[in-house]
């Protein structure tokens, strides 16, 4: 499939920092896919969400977004492909009401009144917010506005969506809600998805897992080659999914399961195996 | 330092249009040593809980006894100061309270706001730095200009400093990375060993079984069950009726069961679980 994103030797060192945040970062998405990007914290991970959107002006490389090389002539542009959703809801607020907060993208972007209502209904169905359209933002949960925050995103219809640790601070209901909404979103207007986040569950769904380190790619890869080899995992910011920790450990506890890489219900049916061999 | 409550309510803005019940009717003890999760829904009203604990708010009706002290509707606002030494608080995202030029006047803030000298209180400092497993030569340097795990740490240690008996933590691990969020836990739980009584808000239903030996539920305002993780975990009915997690062990275990294995008491932890199927599938010492 045709590369979406392109990033071509991109390094950028914030103002007065002793080390480049981004470091000759080299990156091709193809379209549709949902990648995870993971790291410690300081590895640069938001620092990579934000060159793409050009919120930060690169020092060298190039940036492709859909083929098009990323300049500063058509950064506003550009920008109108990509959708940001970040931590904390309350940041990113503007409107009085629900419908109001959803419609300011579309406002600005001077959209016909009779469109953009039908947008903002839109947007605000696919994200089951509906009846909360004249409700003030901050009377919402967590999960909600979050919810809010992602109808206000994909009203403008964006190509791309950049999660920035966007579950971190929902609870497990809240956290399960969104990622559920995100994948159906991306099913049905075939977006592609980068997400930062730390969250195991989430990782293990993605297509395609990069890991930064030190403001470098040291790795990319399928959930499947990343996690095969459960070593140094830890030190790249991941933890190794339970299964595959549950995997290790019953072979070095002797329970004869094999090493290869096995998904949950996989290993069930091979420890149900070796109980009717008993 | 043993909390107890009798009987807590509290109603913000009693007295107006706008009253809303933040906690109901709770009765508890939190005993000295004791590592404590609270979980509950967004909402449910687990940080007007613990925002009792050191008088940061006052109930609307019962009484708490933190120590020697007792906390009543008509209690003044006099004289916390010694009781808020002893039972430290760590907000969500601490890290936004950070306000001071150098990251050792900020730890320092605490021990001299409770009357330690500016040496002392250096000294405390750089020992907590320590101890939250910060370098000694981020001392000088702006909590500012440091990664979000590393500003968690300090903000962590300013409360530290101030030497606690009881520490209160607000999902202390929210956003960090998986290491970093092992290496605060681990931090939590070395300091219970010592002593420190620990209350833990978590989401984080695996801190609660590997950390945690008792666990408060809150649902509505209310305490509905005050128990054991393990008991808690076991208990299947209640998860799903009070809409709870389990850890990934637990979960695991009941798909077991499902296929026809049994376990004696479900394990809640990946080492409990690992033991349990090397005593039924053999392996080393099985």
């Known amino acids: ?278 | 330092m043993p909390i107890t409550f009798e009987n807590v309510t509290h109603i913000y803005q009693s007295s107006g249009p706008l009253a809303a019940t933040g906690i109901k009717n709770v009765n508890l003890t939190i005993n000295d040593g004791d590592f404590v999760a609270i979980i509950g829904q967004t909402g449910s009203g687990k940080s007007t809980l613990v925002q009792h604990m050191n008088a940061l708010l006052k109930p609307t009706a019962g009484v708490i006894h933190i120590g020697e002290r007792a906390i009543t509707p008509d209690s003044k606002n006099k004289h916390l100061k010694k009781l808020r030494q002893k039972v430290g608080m760590v907000f969500q995202f601490p890290e936004a309270q950070l306000f001071e030029d150098t990251v050792l006047k900020d730890i320092c803030f605490g021990p001299q706001n409770f009357g330690a000298s500016v040496t002392q209180a250096q000294a405390t400092a750089r020992e907590m730095l320590d101890l939250v497993k910060l370098p000694a030569d981020i001392a000088e340097q702006s909590p500012f200009d440091l990664s979000g795990g590393q500003m968690r740490r300090v903000a962590i240690a300013g409360v530290l400093a101030a030497r606690p008996q009881v520490l209160i933590l607000d999902e202390p691990t929210a956003g960090l990375d998986p290491q970093a969020h092992t290496e605060l836990m681990e931090l939590f739980a070395n300091l219970n060993r010592q002593g420190t009584t620990i209350i833990l808000i978590s989401h984080q239903m695996e801190d609660v079984a590997q950390y945690c030996n008792r666990v408060l539920i809150m649902e509505n305002a209310q305490l509905i069950r005050s128990t054991t993780p393990q008991m808690l975990f076991n208990d299947q009915d209640f998860i799903i009726q009070h809409n709870l997690q389990v850890p990934e062990a637990t979960a695991f275990a009941q798909e077991l069961v499902q296929q026809g294995f049994q376990f004696e008491s479900l394990p809640i932890t990946e080492p409990q679980l690992v033991q349990q199927l090397r005593r039924q599938l053999g392996g080393i010492n099985g």
């Open chain 1, 1 to 278: 499939m045709d590369p979406i994103i392109e990033l071509d030797q991109v390094s950028y060192t914030y103002e007065n920092a002793a080390h480049p945040a981004l470091q000759q970062v080299s990156l091709t998405v193809a379209a549709h896919q949902w990648v995870a990007i993971v790291g410690l914290n300081g590895s640069g991970k938001s620092t990579l969400a934000q060159i793409l959107d050009g919120l930060l002006p690169i020092d060298t490389g190039t940036i492709k977004i859909g083929g098009q090389p990323l300049t500063t002539d058509n950064l506003w542009q550009m920008r109108q492909q990509i959708g940001m959703i970040f931590q904390n809801p309350d940041h990113q607020f503007v409107g009085a009401t629900v419908e109001d907060d959803v419609a300011f993208g579309l406002e600005n972007q001077g959209m016909p009144r009779d469109q953009m209502q039908q947008r903002v209904h839109w947007a605000l169905e696919q994200v089951k917010m509906t009846a909360f359209a004249h409700k003030a933002p901050q009377t919402l949960s967590g999960g909600q506005k979050q919810r809010v925050a992602i109808a206000g995103v994909i009203a403008l219809q964006p190509r791309i969506i950049i999660m920035d640790e966007s579950t971190s601070m929902l609870d497990p209901t809240g956290r399960e809600d969104i990622l559920r909404i995100m994948q159906d979103l991306q099913q049905q207007l075939q977006i592609t998805i980068l997400s930062i986040t730390h969250s195991m569950a989430e990782i293990v769904q993605a297509d395609q897992i990069v890991i930064l380190q030190a403001g470098q790619i040291i790795k990319t890869g399928t959930v499947e080659q990343i996690f095969s080899n459960l070593r140094n995992l830890t030190e790249l910011g991941l933890q190794p999914p339970f299964t595959q920790q549950l995997q290790a450990d019953l072979r070095a506890a002797g329970v004869p399961v094999t090493a290869q890489y096995h998904n949950k219900s996989r290993l069930i049916r091979e420890l149900c195996q070796l109980r009717l061999k008993m």
